[in-house]
């Protein structure tokens, strides 16, 4: 199939695609005239890129994971374990680091409130001995 039926086929635009092969991640054959020639179960290998990428995944551990992808799904070789383990320890440690930022954050706004009402107070006082 051409460029433009697997994008009418899979909702993703041409640009996209020819971005996938630039990124490895397709591999289509070229006609004569230059045109681009996927196979019949291109479709299935974007859609699994688009899972991946959904995923958090950048395109250069998907085009690693691919070799382990299989119709239906990522085989559990060793490789791919491997690689997910790692992805998943990343998206941990900036889980982790959103959770420091999001206490640094509270306690920054907690303490101007107090100050805001510290403030407030002072000046209601002032107020009331003019």
Request: proline letters at 2%; aromatic letters at 4%.
């Amino acid at each position: 199939m051409r460029i433009g039926e697997l994008s009418r086929r899979t909702g993703v635009s041409t640009r996209l695609l020819r971005y996938y092969e630039e990124q490895g991640l397709l591999q289509p054959e070229r006609d004569t005239n230059g045109y681009r020639r996927y196979h019949a179960d291109a479709a299935e290998r974007v859609a699994r890129i688009r899972e991946l990428l959904a995923a958090g995944l950048t395109t250069d551990v998907i085009r690693d994971l691919m070799p382990c992808a299989q119709s239906g799904g990522l085989v559990g070789c060793a490789r791919s374990s491997r690689l997910l383990d790692d992805q998943l320890a990343r998206v941990e440690d900036q889980m982790d680091e959103l959770r420091r930022k999001r206490e640094a954050l509270l306690e920054v706004t907690g303490a101007m409130e107090t100050r805001r009402l510290e403030d407030e107070a002072l000046l209601a006082e002032a107020l009331r001995s003019a």
